[in-house]
């Protein structure tokens, strides 16, 4: 009886999608001939045979932001496009003083919270109809260095090893 409780117990964890391996942040095998990238708010994957570029780039918003942006297009139309926003200069905010960006952050970071929806720093935002963007995957990055960490990996998983690599799935819990 012991043993057929303890196999009942057990056999979920069998069969459990998530593993003790795939919750450690960095590179990881994974499916054979794709891509895939696993962040705090959803995952991205795509055949190796069906990208049809990377790029990493930056540009600026009405003088006011800069956006750096890793965007991984494949051949059926889907993009995924990775990236993180900060002011213009560090002594600048988004909004006409730091200490009213600060405050509004805080604000929106409370009731996202009572809602569930988590930081406001981690959401994609979006000004419909201006940034609807069409068969686009989009995920706000936390940390600048996590767009280069992002096309680093699609790169080389991509263009130098096509395919025939170990390590082809890339997870950033805290980027």
Known sequence: MKKLLCSLFLLPLLFSPVTAQDSQDGFQQGIKGFWEVITADGRFVARLDQIS???????????????????????????????????????????SGSATMNRLKDVANKASNRLGTGDVDNLVTKHYPDTTHAKTSEYRMKNKATIGQIYDHVHRVWARERGRGEENTLIIRNG
């Not at 003088?63 to 059926?76: I, L």
């Open 53 to 95: 570029s990377v790029s990493q780039h930056e540009y600026v918003i009405d003088n006011a932001v800069r956006v750096y942006e890793c965007t991984v297009d494949t051949v059926g139309g889907q993009t995924a496009r990775f990236y993180f926003i900060e002011p213009v200069t560090a002594s600048s905010s988004i909004t």
